[in-house]
């Protein structure tokens, strides 16, 4: 069974980093791609980051410049760098992982197959 568990969530203050990480259960094919959303209360899912199997990444706009997202095949375990940290960036962070696509559905929340249950991010002074 494919499960994931993110963790690292935690309150920051602006310009500040957090690194999130997330855990694939042994389950989880290494040809999978892995990737993060986040959800602010009453906005729709929007999608972070992700990373293929072969390290390929890919950034949604409020990503770029500013997290990394690096993968680590033999332990499972993806983990999300986040820098110069905004209110903006307070949300759910949700860790995801699907089958190989194609690329243009990477930014689609229905387009994933497995979720983790979340971790609360917080950027406040």
């Known amino acids: 069974q494919v499960e994931l568990v993110e963790s690292g969530g935690g309150s920051v203050q602006p310009g500040a980093s957090l690194t999130l990480s997330c855990v694939a259960s042994?389950?989880?094919?290494?040809?999978?791609?892995i990737g993060w959303f986040r959800q602010a209360p009453g906005k729709e899912r929007e999608f972070v980051a992700a990373?293929?199997?072969?390290?390929?990444?890919y950034f949604g706009d409020s990503a770029k410049d500013r997290f990394t997202i690096a993968r680590d095949n033999a332990r499972n375990t993806v983990t999300l760098q986040m820098n110069a940290m905004k209110y903006d960036d307070t949300a759910i962070y949700y860790c995801t992982t699907r089958r190989p696509r194609n690329a243009n559905t990477m930014f689609d929340p229905r387009q994933w197959d497995y979720w983790g249950q979340g971790t609360q991010v917080t950027v406040s002074s």
């Open positions: 042994t389950q989880t094919p290494s040809s999978f791609t």
């Open positions: 990373i293929t199997m072969r390290g390929f990444t």
